[in-house]
């Protein structure tokens, strides 16, 4: 919930501020802001609840807190390269295989329960679910949106 805040209001003041400066409103660029400061915020939970992350990436998967570490990288560096003209649209493509290959681990949080903030066996199962798979569908959308149709 609070990554979809975070999107929702830095898009918000970046859309009024672009207005004032520039005179009209620019949806893609402040999508664009919102999107980096969204993934900046989720990067730093990656740091914050590394442990408890740990336990959502599937058990096929080595080195789980090295994982973890290279999510908050790309997450960050997703978050520049989208206002690189030259990267944008191939970061916006990796983003939105970024997103969807974040479900596995969505779908294991939410089988097993797992609270990643505090690593325990008490999240909110298929209810986070039910929530995180349009969320992360909504990310897809807003990348397409602001950094490869740029509306």
């Not at 975070?6 to 003041?13: K, R, W």
């Not at 908050?72 to 390269?81: Q, S, T, V």
Request: glycine fraction near 6%.
């Amino acid at each position: 919930m609070k990554p979809l805040i975070v999107l929702l209001v830095t898009f918000t003041i970046a859309l009024f501020v672009l207005k004032l400066k520039q005179g009209t409103y620019d949806f893609a660029f402040s999508g664009r802001i919102a999107m980096s400061t969204m993934l900046l915020f989720t990067a730093l939970g990656h740091f914050m609840f590394t442990d408890g992350m740990t336990m959502m990436i599937p058990d096929f998967i080595p080195f789980k807190k090295e994982t973890v570490y290279l999510t908050a990288i790309l997450e960050i560096l997703g978050a520049f390269a989208l206002h690189i003209m030259q990267l944008r649209t191939i970061t916006a493509w990796l983003l939105i295989l970024f997103f969807l290959l974040l479900l596995p681990a969505n779908i294991k949080a939410s089988v097993e329960h797992i609270n990643y903030q505090k690593g325990t066996y008490n999240g909110n199962g298929l209810l986070y679910l039910g929530f995180r798979i349009p969320l992360q569908m909504l990310f897809i959308a807003w990348v397409h949106f602001s950094a490869i149709r740029q509306y």
